[in-house]
Each structure stands twice: as C-alpha cells, then as structure tokens.
C-alpha cells in the first residue's frame, strides 16, 4: 500500500461475507434488508425511469433536494428544458409525423404565398432554441461506462457496481470508476452517498473524488490529485500521501457520505448520517469527480447522486450556509452607493425613478408628494431631496405614456404614429425595435380574427335541450310569446356579420403578412422571427396553438419597454431604470463571487430578495 503503512488484518465477521441476503441495514434507512432497500432506493429499476422518486423525471434529469431552488439547479434546468423543447421540435417537424395543424382548407387565394391550410407554409417554430451554459456542468448522474477498471460492473441504472475480477489483487491494486460528470463548483457544495451492499471477502473499499484523468487501478487517495476514504482501516488518504487516522471502519450495510464545501475548499465524510469531521482542506479551484475504489472480490455497493432522501441532513447544511449568506449580505450597509441619502431615502428615489424611467407619469407625481409629505412631517418643514418635474420633463414623460398605452392596448399603429411624431429618429436608427413593432401588429391581427372565431356560430351556439331549453321556456312566460321567425333571422344576420367579418380580417392578415415578408426579405435575421409569428396561421384556432403565448397581452410588454428604452438612448439617457441596472449588476457579481465555489454559490437573488 502506499505510503508505507500496512493494513491492520481483521477478523471477518459472517455479515462481510454475506451478499445480498439478510444483511442488516442501518436503522436510519429505514429498511431490515437489501430486497427492502432495493425497492426504496430504486437500485433494480433503469436510471431516468420509474422507481426513483418525484423528483426524478423520464428523462433522467432530476434536483437533489439541498440544491432546489439554487441559481445551479435554475440554469441547468433551463438547459434540461430547452434542449427537451428542441428534442420534441426536432421529432414534430418529421415529414410523416401527424402535426395538430387543421386539415381544413382556406378558401383565401393571395398572389406568391404557398397554399396551406390559411394560404402559406412556414416551418412551425414550437420552442426557442436551446441555451447554451458555459461552464456550468451537468450533475452527477450515474457511474461512467466508459471511465472504470475493467473488473468492475455497472448496473444498468449506472448506479450500483460489483467487483467482478474474480482473483485477489495485489496489495497495491485496487479497481475504480468515475462518476460522468464532476462535481459542479457552482452549487457552492456538492455531496453523495454509497451503500455498502456487501463489503467482499477482505474488504477494501474506498470513496472519494478524483481528477478527471487518473488512473483506475488504485484506491482514490493513493494517486495525485485522489481523495478518499477507506473502509478496512478507517483512514484517509489524499493524493498518495501517508495515510491519517480519521474516523470508523466501515462495513457491510454502512451508508458512507461524501461531501465538498467549495466556499470553505473542506471535504467532509459522514457515516449512516453522521458527521466525521472535516477530511481535506484547501480544495478550492479543483475539477473532480466521485470517485469510488474496489479492491477485493465479491464486493457490492450502490451511489445516491441525489436521485433520493439522503441519511445524512445535507438540506440543513446548506440552509445554514445560505442563511449565513444572506445574513451577511442584509447587514452590508447601502450608504456607499448613494452617499447624500439614507438607505430609506435612496430606496424611495430608486422607486420614484423607476417609474418616471417607464413613463409612469401620474403614479410617480403622486409617490414623490406623498414620499416629500411624509418627510417634511418627519423633519417639520426640512428641504427634502425629491424635486419637481420641469415642465419639458413633463412632456417627455406624457409623450411616452402616450405610445406605451396604445402598444399595450394592441393599438400598434397608434404607436408608430406617435413614435414618428415626436421621436422621428428612433424608429430610423432602431430598426429591430420597428421590425418588432411590425411583428407585434401582425399578432394582434391574428389575435383579433380568433377572438372573431370566439364567437362565431360553432364557438357561441348553444345546445336547445336540457337547461337551456328550460330557461326559454322561463323567458316565454315572463315575457309573453315571441316572433320565432323575428328571432331566427336576428340570429342568421349576426351569425353571417361575424363570419364574414372573420374571412375579411383573415385576408387582410394575410396580405399584411405579405407585405412584411416582403419588407424584410433582405433580413436574414427576420426569418427565425417569420417563422414564429406565421406559424400562427396553421391552425384552425391560434389559441390553441404551440405558439398560444403570442397571443397573450402580457407579450406587449416587452415590446412596450423596448421601444421606451429606445427613445431613452435617443434623448441622451440610460435605456434602463437604476433599479434594473442595480440588479443586473447585483447578478454579475453573484455570478463571480460564484466562481470556485464562492459564497455567491448560495445565493438566488431572485428568489432570496426578490421575490
């Protein structure tokens, strides 16, 4: 063995030589043997499949429970999604696959437009493209195939490994695996755990992480840039060093922990849900796996990358780490940022300024007199720091509560109107803006012809049997009899208004769909754009659509604060609020205090401040 220290002998008990049968679990796993474990643990069903919990989806991805919530698990689960998204897409564009376009056809006929079902054929764009996270990893999911000492066998989940070489190796040789993917520096803390199923004849059984390229024929902490913790001598070992006395044995049945705080660069171990102590120290910046080593035959064990509860607490660590974050960051005094004003004060003007930025003109004059009301009650009559408007300040602010009003009344072409009249160079130096404007129009037309579709006579006519039939028969006795034919050719004239209304806004969609196309046909960026938005024309009812989230008025928004934003930087200001600009740059410098595992590993300012 390295380092020159030779492993004390022990006798074997019958447990160690026992494999799967009625071996006795730790009581804190809650099960008598491994059959009971199994079906807890899930270790007999195929990874990314039933059998492993809620938190585990058919694709295989899933959330330990300590990192939920976290600005990691977000991001990958924003990667997870959008690469899903793009893998159902990639599946539905499939020439012979059966789409939910409608089959009926248009009776609208236009010039250049392809037939389809409303008179054109684009690529239907279902999802957004999938993000890319640089530097942000995937988690540990399973034993890697393709990274183990060929005396090892995975299980098919990837979760369990058996020793299958048969002969003793020598003192010095050991067989091991890496998980696919390291441990994430980003999450702050990483921890996993192994059961032990069966500890083999001798027992020699070490776990731990290790570099992405060593070898697989020792025990991880017998090589440079290994880790671990050994079960026949309850020593550690770091990076082929002598080995130090740490903590307990450990044997068949035991659950061995194995965590990292990149924040502190301390590794931990815990056995059957207790702490040993800190193991290594000075770890930060490190690139590791986990790591496990088998050294003797017949040995069995199973990992829990957090597919399931774990024994140990590892949620409560992590709680009191982000509150200790947290803590720290509440108590950092803000006067710095604004030296003439108390955080108070500051927060106030942040406030009032936010919504003179977004053309909130009534709303900020009636902040800033009750915030100057309440001061001077406070400070009998001392000079506050709000001012007034001045009256061309006024003006700016009416003029663009003016277009931000008709953008969100879907009124687009009130908008344009009054963009050309009173900032005439902005749609001219802010293409994409015009081009996003133009976009938007081209919705609310379609969004006017389904509300039209809302009421034509398939969507509006009702049933003339059960309740309905009864309550004509109420309405004829209140009100005496009625002119049937009166009511049938009422009915026959609002039904033809609606459905003729309905092809004539259709058309015109159409045309205006054209006109755009042919606006921007030298855009090779508006095609993506294109593709989107006229996809809406392929089904019968747009709402109902992959792309229903255009239709929703809440997508005026962003338009709406793109164009404001545009006219800012023409008139010499910040095209964003203070406010906004402060929690951007709050989330950059999350982003590298996360680095190397830092403390801004445990903070989610969306979710801690925000929300």
Same mark, same amino acid.
């Given at each position: ?90 599946? $539905? ?17 236009? !010039? ?38 060929? %005396? ?29 993917? !390291? ?16 500890? =083999? ?6 776990? =731990? ?28 070992? %770091? %990076? ?17 922990? %194995? =965590? ?25 910046? &490190? ?9 003797? !035959? ?82 009998? =009559? ?73 009421? $034509? !006579? ?5 049933? $003339? ?34 459905? &003729? ?33 006229? $996809? ?53 410098? &999350? ?21």
């Amino acid at each position: 063995m390295p380092g020159g220290s030779s492993r004390p002998s022990r006798q074997r008990s019958g447990s160690d030589t026992q494999m799967e049968e009625g071996i006795n679990v730790p009581g804190s796993w809650g099960q008598s043997d491994v059959s009971n474990y199994r079906s807890q643990y899930g270790t007999s069903q195929v990874f990314g499949q039933t059998g492993h919990g809620e938190n585990v989806k058919q694709s295989g991805f899933f959330i330990p429970s300590y990192l939920r919530n976290s600005r990691l698990m977000e991001r990958l689960q924003a990667a997870h999604d959008s690469k899903t998204a793009a893998q159902r897409e990639a599946a $539905s564009t499939h020439p012979s696959g059966k789409g939910t376009l409608s089959s009926r056809s248009s009776n609208v006929s236009l !010039p250049k437009l392809a037939p389809s079902h409303r008179g054109m054929t684009y690529e239907i764009i279902e999802h957004q493209p999938p993000e890319t996270h640089v530097g942000w990893s995937p988690l540990p999911t399973k034993w890697a195939e393709t990274d183990k000492n060929q %005396c090892l066998a995975i299980g098919e989940d990837g979760l369990e490994v058996r020793f299958i070489g048969g002969q003793k190796l020598q003192e010095s040789e050991a067989a091991a695996t890496r998980a696919d993917h !390291p441990m994430p520096v980003y999450g702050g803390m990483y921890y996993y755990e192994v059961m032990i199923i069966s500890n =083999g004849k001798d027992g020699m059984i070490g776990i =731990g992480f290790s570099g992405p390229k060593n070898s697989l024929e020792k025990l991880p902490g017998w090589e440079p840039e290994t880790w671990g913790y050994h079960g026949d001598d309850g020593n550690t070992f %770091c %990076c082929g060093q002598p080995p130090k006395k740490y903590g307990p044995k450990f044997t068949t049945g035991d659950v061995i922990g %194995c =965590g990292i705080n990149f924040m502190t660069g301390c590794a931990f171990f815990t056995k059957n849900g207790i702490h040993q102590g800190t193991a290594f120290r000075d770890l930060k910046g &490190v690139n590791v796996h986990p790591c496990l080593g088998i050294g003797r !035959p017949n040995a069995h064990v199973t990992v829990n990358f957090g597919q399931k509860p774990f024994v140990y607490d590892i949620d409560d660590v992590l709680r009191r780490e982000r509150a200790a974050v947290r803590e720290e960051v509440n108590s950092t005094p803000v006067a710095r940022l604004h030296p003439e004003s108390d955080e108070s004060s500051f927060l106030k003007e942040l406030v009032a300024q936010f919504l003179t930025h977004h053309g909130f003109i009534e709303t900020a004059k009636a902040f800033t007199t009750e915030v100057r009301s309440e001061s001077m009650a406070l400070q009998i =009559g001392k000079e506050t720091s709000q001012t007034d408007f001045s009256t061309d300040e006024d003006l700016d602010l009416s003029n663009r509560q003016q277009i931000r009003a008709a953008i969100m009344d879907g009124d687009i072409d009130k908008a344009l109107k009054r963009t050309n009249a009173f900032y005439p160079q902005v749609l001219r130096d802010s293409s994409h803006v015009y081009f996003r404007l133009r976009c938007q129009k081209f919705v609310e037309m379609i969004r006017q012809t389904a509300e039209l579709l809302q009421k $034509s !006579p398939a969507k509006t006519s009702k049933s $003339s049997n059960g309740q309905d039939a009864a309550n004509m028969d109420t309405e004829m006795d209140i009100d005496g009899p009625k002119n049937e034919s009166e009511d049938w050719d009422k009915m026959e004239t609002e039904e033809g208004d609606t459905s &003729v209304k309905y092809h004539e806004m259709l058309e015109e969609s159409l045309r205006y769909a054209q006109v755009l196309k042919q606006e921007f046909k030298d855009d090779a960026s508006a095609e993506r754009d294109f593709k989107e938005i006229f $996809s809406l024309f392929m089904y019968e009812d747009p709402r109902k659509s992959p792309q229903a989230h255009l239709l929703d008025r809440a997508s005026r928004l962003p338009v709406a604060e793109e164009l404001n934003s545009a006219i800012l930087v023409s008139l010499g200001k910040s095209s964003l609020a203070a406010i906004e600009l402060l929690y951007q740059q709050t989330e950059v410098l &999350v982003d590298y205090l996360s680095e190397e595992g830092g403390a801004g590993a445990f903070i989610n300012v969306r979710n801690d401040f925000v929300r």
